[in-house]
């Protein structure tokens, strides 16, 4: 008599799980019958056709009490019904969009032409007799302060190293680019004031949103920008342009960006509202637009791809910002003018990202985008000029190099202008 | 009757928080999907509604089923995330008329593969594309879907569809079925052979060596796939490797065995690639389930 159980050499439970599995899973074969019945004359009814009229009756789900406590409304959803929607398509030009095209499509989409290297004759001559010689220390230690003393201390984008994509570096605190470049723009500002008393940055509006909506070629464009610093004067710039230079206008071509359209890297949308804001009241005494200061802020411009932005790109930023300045401007004295404008409207820009600085000047002739040919409308540019090379901590001592003397005339100049 | 799954296991059964499996062991019954047929297990991209040339945030999968969240593909997970480049592998160009031209903005280095990745732009349309081997930004490209007579001069970077290229072009991107974006061809460096016509088909020659015969309609794009020597660069070190997603892995392989190592076989015959009409098979599966 066995008393102990008999063990098996293979596990019969495994092998029985394996056979279920295996064979578990059956293919229905088609047979050849339905064809034979369908020969002999028989009819052939599937019996799905018969079931289907016999319903099932299913238990009805309580559907459990919604809880309004934390109720959240939904997102509003983007179609045709919402408040905002329009047939006709948008191009979006907000204040972070750079181009693909760069300065030649800025050109095409403000029907703009450069008659001269570098500034006006007028300005140039102006920025040569300018004497600041007792400035240049005071504009340092604006520098620094800016850049290096302040106290505000947050998170700085990580820094990265393409040929050790696995590095990480410690983190980097320091100023946001958004306040170092506030900083510098009102200290530059604040020095002009003091030092000439013509200087019409004594009136200047912070963050001033200017939205104007622009046809061209049969398209929708609206700029939405902030004009970071705007100097105001109660009197328009005078015309920059001299008899040559108008006449000139005709024999330059706009540049060509084939195969690209010029609303190409534009953000296209069926959601926005088509309206003209100026930022300074229409009744004000300093009501027009004198020098505009943008700010390139890294972390917010950005290309579409990330790829990085180039120099010919942030020019073209600047020409639009004049453009649009001086549209709204233009508007705003004028009314609703469709094509040649009483008198050139001009606003002078500068674009600053804390270090390299650029000057221009945008002339508004006429507000006939169309085409290229006939009256285009002017625009003078300097090159990148940098301010410094370093302003930082160098070993544990706040060092301001390679300072450049002519940031500072031109500044001066297009203030006091 | 008693069931076949123990006691202990039904007990022990864990729900995983993020993948929302069951625990396995020999005794649940699980079925692995296959691979090999063209299924990414390494990361997965949530495509917007929309098609865009903004790079995409990227989730790593570590070689996991991103349904089931079982994992499939030993040796794959970690690895530095490269945000995605949403590649258009559709070269639709008019039949008549003048060809689509588009211009060459910029070639990105894509982490995501192999071959570098070209951003071009047509009238109001930015998008990417799988750049070719001598690509490079102002090169403008045309895309045409007529088949004439003659057959074009081939220039690099250009789509026609097959019918319309000479024989013996070395082209990349090439589709399976007209219309559905390219299928061969879209490694670095691999291009695919146009060898002979035959009949209303055209026998194209893969980077494998292998024949295939395809439709007169099929798009493909002159050149070789850009970065041509990506194979040639060895990867070098062990974190390099960790750098690129793979896992640790075991070099252990037998001699004798006739399993490891390089295999000389012959040349399969030319596969003609035609959509078959499958049929529906209808399956059944027997359980012991009694509730």
């Known amino acids: 008599m066995r008393l102990t159980h008999s063990l098996w050499k293979q596990h019969l439970g495994r092998m029985a799980k394996k056979n279920w599995k295996a064979h578990g899973k059956k293919v229905i074969q088609e047979s050849d019958e339905l064809k034979n019945l369908e020969q002999l004359g028989l009819p052939v009814i599937d019996i799905n056709e018969v079931v289907k009229d016999m319903k099932i009756v299913e238990r009805v789900k309580e559907e459990e009490p919604k809880d309004l406590k934390h109720w959240v409304e939904p997102p509003p959803v983007m179609n045709n019904l919402h408040p905002l929607y329009k047939a006709r398509q948008c191009y979006m030009h907000k204040n972070n969009t750079v181009l693909i095209g760069g300065l030649d499509q800025a050109k095409i989409i403000a029907k703009a032409v450069e008659v001269k290297d570098g500034l006006p004759k007028m300005l140039e001559e102006k920025i040569e007799q300018l004497n600041v010689a007792d400035m240049h220390k005071l504009v340092k230690r604006s520098i620094l302060a800016s850049h290096v003393f302040d106290a505000q201390q947050v998170k700085l984008p990580k820094l990265h190293d393409p040929s050790r994509p696995a590095w990480q570096f410690p983190r980097v605190y320091g100023i946001s680019d958004q306040r170092r470049n506030y900083l510098l723009c009102e200290k530059l500002v604040q020095l002009c004031n003091s030092w000439s008393q013509k200087s019409s940055a004594l009136f200047a509006v912070n963050n001033g949103r200017c939205v104007v909506p622009i046809e061209k070629e049969g398209d929708l464009i609206q700029f939405d920008l902030t004009l970071n610093m705007a100097l105001l004067s109660s009197v328009p710039h005078e015309k920059f342009s001299s008899q040559e230079e108008e006449e000139n206008i005709y024999k330059i071509d706009l540049p060509d960006i084939y195969p690209l359209k010029h609303t190409v890297s534009c953000e296209k949308t069926h959601f926005y509202e088509s309206k003209d804001i100026f930022p300074v009241n229409k009744f004000s005494k300093f009501s027009h637009l004198h020098t505009i200061i943008i700010h390139h802020n890294e972390t917010q411009i950005k290309n579409l791809h990330e790829t990085k932005v180039l120099e010919g790109q942030l020019v073209g930023r600047c020409l639009l910002h004049g453009f649009a300045a001086a549209v709204s401007q233009a508007r705003q004295l004028f009314g609703e003018v469709e094509k040649e404008l009483p008198f050139p409207v001009s606003i002078q820009c500068i674009q600053t990202d804390g270090r390299l600085f650029d000057f221009s000047i945008f002339q508004l002739n006429t507000l006939d985008l169309n085409g290229s040919e006939g009256m285009k409308n002017m625009f003078w540019v300097l090159p990148h000029l940098e301010l410094f090379s370093l302003c930082a901590y160098d070993e544990g001592r706040p060092t301001l190099q390679g300072y450049n003397p002519e940031v500072l005339k031109n500044f001066m100049a297009f203030c006091t202008h | ?291």
């Open chain 2, 1 to 291: 009757m008693m069931s076949f799954r123990p006691l202990v296991t039904r007990l022990l059964a864990i729900k995983s928080d993020v993948f929302g499996g069951i625990s396995r062991n020999f005794a649940t019954n699980v079925d692995l999907p296959k691979i090999g047929i063209g299924v990414n297990y390494r990361r997965r991209i949530k495509f917007p509604d929309e098609y865009t040339v903004k790079p995409l945030d990227v989730q790593n999968l570590g070689g996991r089923d991103p349904v089931t969240g079982r994992k499939i593909v030993n040796g794959i997970g970690g690895g530095i995330k490269h945000k995605y480049h949403w590649v258009d592998l559709k070269r639709t160009g008019p039949k008549e008329g003048p060809p689509l031209v588009e211009k060459v903005l910029e070639i990105i280095v894509c982490g995501n593969r192999g071959a570098h990745v070209a951003l071009v732009g047509s009238g109001d349309r930015l998008r990417y594309i799988l750049a070719s081997e001598n690509m490079k930004p102002g090169d403008l490209i045309e895309t045409s879907g007529h088949i004439p007579r003659n057959a074009v001069r081939a220039k690099e970077g250009d789509a026609h569809p097959l019918a319309a290229l000479p024989v013996g072009t070395v082209v990349h991107n090439v589709e399976k079925f007209p219309g559905e974006g390219g299928k061969y061809g879209l490694s670095a460096g691999t291009f695919c052979t146009i060898l002979r016509h035959l009949g209303d088909r055209i026998i194209v020659q893969l980077s494998s060596k292998r024949e295939v015969s395809l439709a007169r309609e099929c798009m493909a794009t002159v050149g070789r796939v850009s970065n041509v020597i990506h194979n040639q660069i060895p990867i070098g070190s062990a974190q390099r490797s960790r750098e690129l997603g793979n896992r640790p892995r075991s070099g252990l392989w037998q001699r004798k065995t006739g399993r490891h190592g390089r295999k000389l076989r012959k040349l399969p015959p030319i596969q003609e690639v035609n959509k078959s009409v499958a049929k529906e098979r209808k399956t059944i599966s027997l359980t012991m389930s009694l509730s």
